[in-house]
């Protein structure tokens, strides 16, 4: 390879990169060291602060073919034309450890994908669980801060978070799920994934039709006891979706659709937009619509993964959000987040670039540089709306449907819904064996907790069902 020349940051060479600049040879520095202090400064600014939640993952590009047209339903182009293909991203991490903990542990695992279409970025930010802890955003941060380290001590402890769920009913469903053998995935290629709130895809008639997506590991379902866990290097799940790709052994899912209308919307036995739900799929069948391939690695992590910026507010024409509480505030959390960690002008990083021009009256800030978006920089010299200028942008004239609203502007108390009964139903569609080791599971996370702890989840595992709170209490008996 040829040999390039070692230089500064604006370009002149570095003459020697062992040595400093003395008075004397036993003397002090001086300051024409301007490599060093460079070298230092630079240093002294690599970190930039890790993602509130989600901070240790890693991503790759990829492709997702469409395999049936979806233009009677929606009006997004990445929809629309059997074997149509679009570029992704996707990010997969664990969610409650920093960027210093370890990939195997009993979490949730993130997997966001982002689809850069010709109308702009479309990001899928979901998890590999359908459901969530909550349904109502205001309980996010102390979540996060329930299951993140002590403030005191700086270590983390199990015992704080299954306290804050034990005390909101509404997380016993995700507990179930986090508890059972899907608690640890074996690797990022051996989960599914779930977009878990409802959304909305909508045509150019302004129909509208509510969806959930789903992708199904065609790799399979492989996941590891706490014992095969401990076992394991810290990096693993990374390492190993890394390996597999260079190998060019590329994981792929199958993208799938639960299709609901407005009007069974508004009769259905729960609360379509409730997160900690999931719609049967005997009565709304998954319907597949495309593949997601993951092909290529990136040249940088810190560049391409680090810096990435998925954002559930992301959509495109054809795709919206619904009136799901969590996914509402989520709209806000993400942006105002990687602004914080990124900078203003996050946007026009590399990963985060849409592939279509982006034109608009934003301008200046943190690292202003779109030299490469061409229209983008020829425009650059007018920076208000309305103008008289012939290069006027042009709204458009495409906007999503409205939604109809009912009921009154006020807190509306969630306390009384149904909290239990589907993860009666999760609890019933598992084996023998594997309710064994969902119940041992639970009981291990439970041994050190407090009395009252104990007794909530017990109560909840009876509410869900009967041989639930019946195994579970056989645990604590031991
Ligand atoms: C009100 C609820 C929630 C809030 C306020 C919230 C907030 C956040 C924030 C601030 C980040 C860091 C973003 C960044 O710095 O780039 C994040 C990351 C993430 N969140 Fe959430 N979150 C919520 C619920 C959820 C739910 C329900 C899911 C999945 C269904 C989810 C999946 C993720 C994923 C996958 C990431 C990592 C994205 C990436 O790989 O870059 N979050 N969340």
New binding site residues.
């Given amino acids: 390879m040829k040999k390039c020349p070692f230089t500064m940051e604006n370009g002149s060479p570095v003459v020697d990169d062992n040595n400093s600049i003395t008075a004397g040879e036993r003397g002090a520095l001086t300051f024409d060291n301007l490599h060093l202090f460079e070298k230092l400064a630079h240093f002294n600014r690599e970190r930039i602060p890790e993602?509130?939640?989600?901070a240790r993952?890693t991503?790759a590009y990829g492709t997702f073919t469409l395999n049936k047209d979806l233009s009677d339903i929606t009006a997004a182009k990445f929809l629309q034309g059997t074997g149509k293909k679009t570029k992704v991203f996707v990010?997969?991490?664990t969610?409650g450890g920093g960027q210093d903990s370890n990939d195997n542990v009993r979490d949730?695992r993130?997997?966001?994908v982002r689809f850069y279409t010709e109308e702009g970025n479309f990001d899928l930010?979901?998890?590999n669980?359908p459901v969530?802890f909550?349904r109502d955003?205001v309980n996010?941060?102390d979540l996060a801060h329930a299951v993140k380290k002590d403030p005191r001590t700086n270590v983390p402890d199990g015992r704080r978070a299954l306290q804050f769920w034990s005390r909101l009913p509404q997380a016993f469903h995700q507990l179930t799920i986090l508890m059972s053998d899907r608690g640890i995935p074996h690797s990022y290629r051996y989960m599914h994934g779930?977009?878990?709130?409802t959304f909305g895809l909508y045509n150019d008639s302004g129909e509208l039709v509510w969806v959930k997506f789903h992708l199904k590991s065609n790799q399979g379902i492989k996941n590891l006891t706490d014992e095969e866990a401990a076992k394991l290097p810290v990096f693993h799940a990374q390492k190993d979706l890394v390996d597999a790709i260079d190998r060019g052994e590329y994981p792929i899912w199958q993208v799938s659709l639960q299709i609901m209308t407005q009007k069974e919307a508004e009769t259905y036995k729960v609360n379509p937009f409730d997160?900690t739900k999931v719609w049967s799929h005997k009565d709304f069948p998954l319907i597949n619509v495309g593949t997601l391939e993951l092909n290529k690695n990136v040249d940088n992590y810190f560049m391409e993964v680090e810096q990435?910026?998925?954002?559930?507010g992301n959509f495109v024409y054809g795709v919206c959000a619904s009136p799901d509480k969590?996914?509402q505030?989520?709209l806000f959390?993400?942006a105002?987040?990687?602004r914080y960690?990124l900078g203003a002008n996050y946007n026009q990083l590399s990963v985060n670039r849409p592939i279509c021009p982006v034109h608009n009256y934003q301008r200046d800030g943190l690292m202003a540089d779109f030299r490469n978006d061409e229209q983008r920089a020829e425009m650059s010299g007018i920076h208000f709306y309305p103008n008289a200028e012939s290069h006027q942008l042009e709204v458009s004239k495409k906007a999503p449907p409205a939604l109809n609203i009912t009921g009154q502007n006020r807190i509306y108390n969630t306390e009384a819904d149904d909290n239990f009964s589907q993860a009666g139903d999760l609890f019933r569609l598992l084996t023998q064996d594997k309710k064994e080791e969902l119940v041992t599971n639970l009981a291990n996370a439970l041994q050190d907790a407090d009395v009252k702890t104990k007794e909530l989840i017990l109560q909840y595992a009876y509410e869900a069902d009967k041989a639930y709170g019946d195994m579970l209490t056989s645990k604590f008996a031991l």
């Fill in positions: 993602r509130p939640m989600h993952g991503g990010r997969f991490s969610v949730i993130g997997f966001a930010v979901g998890n669980t969530f909550l955003p996010f941060p779930f977009g878990s709130h997160l990435s910026a998925l954002n559930p969590m996914l505030a989520r959390a993400y105002d987040a990687q960690r």
